[in-house]
């Protein structure tokens, strides 16, 4: 018996969600306090220089702990889903 095959390609978002960390040593030799970082980190206003020490901490000083990644879109579904006939010349 003859099949048709296509493809499902599923459109999901997912959260990452990561514990991480950076010593107080590595946020003081950057020019900001560990009271004065965790300021920027709370949301509070910054100067151009401090969010450029801020950045600088997260994106070079900061280790990953740990990290967990949720496809919610799979549990509560509301993705969107395509199908495309398979050329069965392949």
């Not at 048709?4 to 590595?26: A, G, N, P």
């Not at 100067?47 to 020490?53: L, V």
Request: with cysteine; proline share 0%.
């Amino acid at each position: 018996m003859s099949e048709v095959r296509f493809t499902q390609t599923e459109y999901h978002q997912m959260t990452i969600t990561k514990d991480m960390s950076v010593s107080e040593e590595h946020i003081i030799e950057q020019g900001l306090t560990v009271e004065r970082f965790k300021e920027i980190m709370n949301g509070e206003d910054h100067t151009d220089e401090e969010c450029d020490q801020y950045n600088e901490i997260l994106m070079g000083w900061a280790e990953l702990l740990d990290s967990e990644e949720d496809l919610w879109t799979d549990r509560k579904g509301g993705y969107e889903i395509d199908y495309e006939l398979v050329d069965d010349d392949e």
